[in-house]
């Protein structure tokens, strides 16, 4: 391979760059916002396409699935990051033991 040319990334993830890194911060700020809201998956991907946001991997469309992978990512690392091993878990059930390992706030 020439030495110029960076490598594929591995199967299911994208290369990012420091820029694409900071609007991926910013859409999981945006969903975790909007699901907070209230607002199902599909509303949320509706918003992100009638603001012409790219997915993950520079898709053109959102799709509720899509939406739901960006928050199950997002919570999954919000687990490993306080020690919580996050394979095997639901959705609901991640967002339970994040909340019972977070301190309480006062």
């Known amino acids: 391979?020439?030495?110029?040319?960076?490598?594929?990334?591995?199967?299911?993830?994208?290369?990012?760059?420091?820029?694409?890194?900071?609007?991926?911060?910013?859409?999981?700020?945006?969903?975790?916002?909007l699901r907070k809201a209230g607002e199902t998956y599909r509303a949320i991907a509706d918003v992100l396409n009638a603001k012409s946001r790219p997915t993950r991997r520079q898709g053109a469309k959102w799709y509720a699935a899509s939406v739901r992978a960006v928050e199950l990512a997002d919570l999954r690392a919000k687990a490993e990051a306080l020690g919580i091993d996050p394979h095997g878990m639901t959705m609901e059930k991640l967002h339970e033991s994040i909340d019972h390992a977070r301190p309480e706030q006062t």
Request: glycine share 6%; proline share 6%; aromatic share 0%.
């Open 1 to 33: 391979m020439d030495k110029n040319r960076q490598a594929p990334a591995p199967r299911g993830r994208a290369i990012t760059s420091g820029r694409a890194k900071v609007a991926l911060a910013e859409l999981r700020k945006e969903i975790a916002r």
